[in-house]
């Protein structure tokens, strides 16, 4: 069963940037679609963004295209985010996320990080 574990979060003023990692251990990296969810305070958590097994599909939540990239590398078992141009309704903590299924059906993510904290300032 593969482990996911998150890192780079913090505290960026908003228009700053930040690249969160999540690293896999436990199984082939390459086995499975992934994607970052988040989730604010109060609300319901949220899909930002996810990858196919090769990198070569991508889908984004409206909210987030333009301003943040996810990317992996199978060779180094991890995958990032990007984010850029952030705004303080971007505050959540990020969740990586690991799925057998297509990375499209968001249903499918049932493997799970800790999470990262990111908080953006006004």
């Known amino acids: 069963q593969v482990q996911l574990v998150e890192s780079g979060g913090g505290l960026v003023q908003a228009g700053g940037s930040l690249r969160l990692s999540c690293a896999t251990s436990?199984?082939?990296?390459?086995?499975?679609?992934m994607g970052w969810f988040r989730q604010a305070p109060g609300k319901e958590r949220e899909f930002v963004a996810t990858?196919?097994?090769?990198?070569?599909?991508?889908y984004y939540a409206d909210s987030v295209k333009g301003r943040f990239t996810i990317s992996r590398d199978n060779a180094k078992n991890t995958v990032y985010l990007q984010m850029n141009s952030l705004k303080p309704e971007d505050t959540a903590v990020y969740y990586c996320?690991?799925?057998?299924?297509?990375?499209?059906?968001?249903?499918?993510?049932?493997?799970w990080g800790q999470g990262t904290q990111v908080t953006v300032s006004s």
């Open positions: 990858i196919s097994r090769n990198g070569a599909g991508l």
């Open positions: 436990g199984g082939t990296s390459s086995s499975y679609a």
């Open positions: 996320a690991a799925s057998l299924d297509s990375y499209t059906d968001l249903i499918g993510y049932n493997y």
